[in-house]
């Protein structure tokens, strides 16, 4: 076909969404790429040294950090040892003995509701 191909790095599309969430105001319309850049962090093997480097020659370097910390936080709720899981409808559960026969069943780890929950909040 002969078409022309470009491809950039994970670094440099972190630095470009970086200067986008810098240059977008108000805050709640940076929301997506601030989000790619935790998603490109998360998902992706990044040299975090090298586009702190250039976010620091950028200007970005604030920005790069508070991302960083909230990719770590969220990584570290997630792995919390498969003991708990976030549903949909926004309660943690933990899967009883019951629920491990039965995945439909949760139980709910806030104690606002007595009995067994299915996958959707709601009451089996």
Do not use: C, H, W
């Not at 969404?17 to 805050?27: C, Q």
């Not at 975090?48 to 970005?60: D, G, H, V, W």
């Not at 910390?69 to 990584?75: A, F, M, P």
Request: no cysteine.
């Amino acid at each position: 076909m002969g078409l022309k191909t470009y491809y950039q790095t994970p670094e440099r599309l972190v630095l470009a969404k970086l200067r986008m969430v810098k240059a977008t105001r108000p805050l709640e319309r940076s929301l997506k790429d601030r989000e790619d850049v935790q998603a490109i962090i998360r998902d992706t093997q990044v040299d975090r040294r090298r586009i702190a480097r250039l976010a620091r020659s950028e200007s970005t370097l604030e920005i790069f950090r508070e991302l960083l910390k909230e990719t770590r936080q969220l990584k570290a709720q997630s792995s919390d040892e498969g003991k708990r899981t976030r549903r949909s409808y926004g309660t943690l559960v933990k899967r009883s003995r019951e629920a491990r026969k039965n995945p439909k069943t949760l139980i709910p780890l806030d104690g606002r509701s007595s009995g067994r929950i299915g996958l959707r909040g709601r009451r089996l």
